[in-house]
């Protein structure tokens, strides 16, 4: 990986990008990497640190290159600042991914789609929402609506097929991600929290059980 640290090697092709917002963030994206050299900017203009690894491919395939950067602080103007940034040093790269801790919507009711503490979440076709881009109609409280105005664009069709790939990969009983998760085991910040911090309140801040789901004693599922 030596020969990926400089920046103007023809061996540096990332095709695929790891974007953080937080230190807890990246420092997990470089463990999974094992801990990628750093990569300069092509351009004095980008602000952003950069790291380099790989991950394996499928079927025996070539390792896939990936670069990593991390945001200065949160909020869309700054991502997007950092990956026109990014973009611009490293034109090779072709899918962006935003990865970190985020909030989850729980469904006590329906155990097929609670949310729980630790679980990881990939967004598919139906994208991600941006809950706060919203159009409140008038008409009064109690008949006033609620439109979402939000209008990301869809992943691409490669994304899109990976994540289903995975998916199929849990129906078959098979979890390849658990091996990248394992890589954490000897760094105690990096623990999934005990089972009795997986707590639900209502609007009352009243306690509400999770669903009986068969799952309150394994790793953490993946949506």
């Not at 020969?3 to 103007?8: G, V």
């Not at 351009?43 to 025996?60: H, I, K, V």
């Not at 155990?111 to 159009?135: A, F, P, T």
């Amino acid at each position: 990986m030596t020969e990926l640290a400089k920046a103007d090697s023809p061996a540096l092709q990332p095709r695929l990008a790891l974007c953080t917002a937080l230190p807890e963030e990246l420092a997990a994206c470089r463990l999974i990497l094992d801990d990628p050299p750093p990569v300069n900017p092509h351009s004095r203009e980008d602000n952003n640190q950069y790291w380099c690894g790989t991950l394996p491919s499928r079927a025996n395939g070539p390792t896939h290159q990936v670069l990593l950067t991390s945001l200065v602080k949160m909020g869309n103007n700054v991502a997007a600042a950092a990956v026109t940034n990014l973009v611009r040093s490293f034109p090779s790269v072709e899918y962006v991914l935003m990865v970190g801790i985020a909030g989850g919507v729980p469904d006590p009711q329906n155990s097929e789609n609670h949310v729980r503490l630790g679980d990881v979440v990939i967004s598919n076709e139906k994208v991600v929402l941006q809950y706060d881009n919203i159009k409140r109609t008038s008409g009064g409280r109690k008949s006033a609506r609620i439109k979402i105005r939000d209008n990301s664009p869809k992943p691409g069709a490669a994304l899109i097929g990976a994540a289903k790939a995975l998916a199929s990969e849990f129906d078959l009983g098979r979890r390849p991600w658990e091996a990248h998760l394992n890589k954490a085991e000897r760094f105690p910040n990096f623990q999934r929290p005990g089972p009795e911090t997986d707590v639900l309140y209502d609007c009352l801040l009243y306690t509400s059980p999770s669903p009986r789901d068969g799952l309150l004693s394994r790793m953490p599922s993946s949506a």
